[in-house]
């Protein structure tokens, strides 16, 4: 199937022949013949505030800075008129340090910590839940026509996915536009480095859209409304959780997004159906990389 090459919509979008991401491995196929295919490499990565040691992430190596910020932003460690005075990556030693005006100790929120269902083992941090009682997320709506525009561009985006797999996708979009695609072999790392770049850039949430290529979790629904993005969407199912969280929050929550066909389980007083579903072209079975089931 022919591939959209256009990546003049983006801000970010994937390199799938960036240096150190993969690696080549050899093998043998099911013939028993010898083969060689590009396998994803997973690096750790420790994120410090000022002196504290938070957490130790596995992730593909890129945009460090934009995980270490979002991460902690989206763990409520970071406030939202936080003073950061610095962020210091050191490649050798594999840390990232973010440095703020203001005196942080979180000891005790982080002995009360949840591993979530995210791959790469997600972990939220002591008091997130409670968070979100204070989340209040704007009442803009998206058109259906968008959101089949988002997707066609999406999934036609050449991507480390498509290149070797055991990856998952996060795209922060406005309108029919994708604007940062952010990869990673944990779905909550790639939305935290969206996270991370919209708070290093400045750039509001209210009129986004976040389009992740995995499965609607609780984990991904808290951070999505934590970002005060309205609307979460996935060609991927629900978790029971997810929903109801979505539900709570009023996140208009929208999965098995393929072709002509979504399902949304939240927050439906958002879309504006302006497209007719019949004339929006299906999907093959299967897309992506040949038999791929990552």
């Not at 973010?98 to 972990?123: F, H, I, L, N, P």
């Not at 850039?201 to 290529?213: F, I, N, P, Q, R």
């Not at 995995?214 to 029971?240: D, H, N, Q, W, Y």
């Not at 879309?271 to 992506?288: F, H, Y």
Request: with cysteine.
């Amino acid at each position: 199937m022919a591939r959209d090459n256009d990546l003049s919509d983006y801000l970010i979008a994937p390199d799938p022949a960036a240096a150190r991401l993969t690696r080549a491995v050899r093998g043998v196929d099911h013939t028993g013949a010898e083969t060689e295919i590009n396998v994803v490499e997973e690096r750790p990565l420790t994120i410090f505030l000022n002196r504290q040691e938070i957490v130790t992430a596995m992730t593909i190596g890129d945009y460090p800075a934009y995980l270490a910020l979002g991460f902690l932003r989206n763990q409520g460690m970071l406030r939202v008129d936080e003073e950061i005075t610095g962020v210091d990556y050191d490649e050798e030693l594999e840390t990232v340090v973010v440095r703020t005006k203001r005196a942080t100790d979180y000891e005790d929120k982080m002995q009360r910590k949840t591993r979530t269902s995210g791959c790469a083992v997600g972990t939220v941090f002591g008091d997130m839940m409670e968070g979100l009682a204070d989340v209040s997320l704007p009442d803009t709506s998206v058109r259906t026509s968008d959101l089949y525009a988002l997707a066609a561009k999406i999934n036609r985006t050449p991507s480390l996915y498509l290149e070797a797999g055991a990856i998952h996708g996060t795209v922060l979009c406005q309108g029919d536009r994708p604007l940062v695609y952010m990869e990673d072999v944990g779905r909550h790392n790639a939305v935290d480095k969206i996270a991370g770049w919209m708070l290093s850039e400045g750039v509001s949430a209210e009129d986004k859209v976040l389009y992740t290529t995995g499965r609607l979790t609780s984990e991904m629904v808290i951070k999505t409304a934590m970002m005060g993005i309205p609307v979460l969407a996935s060609r991927s199912g629900f978790t029971a959780w997810g929903v109801e969280i979505a539900q709570q929050v009023n996140l208009t929550l929208i999965g098995r997004m393929r072709g002509q066909r979504f399902t949304c389980l939240a927050g439906e007083g958002r879309l504006i159906r302006d497209a007719n579903p019949t004339q929006v072209a299906e999907e093959p079975r299967k897309s992506g990389r040949k038999g791929a089931k990552d």
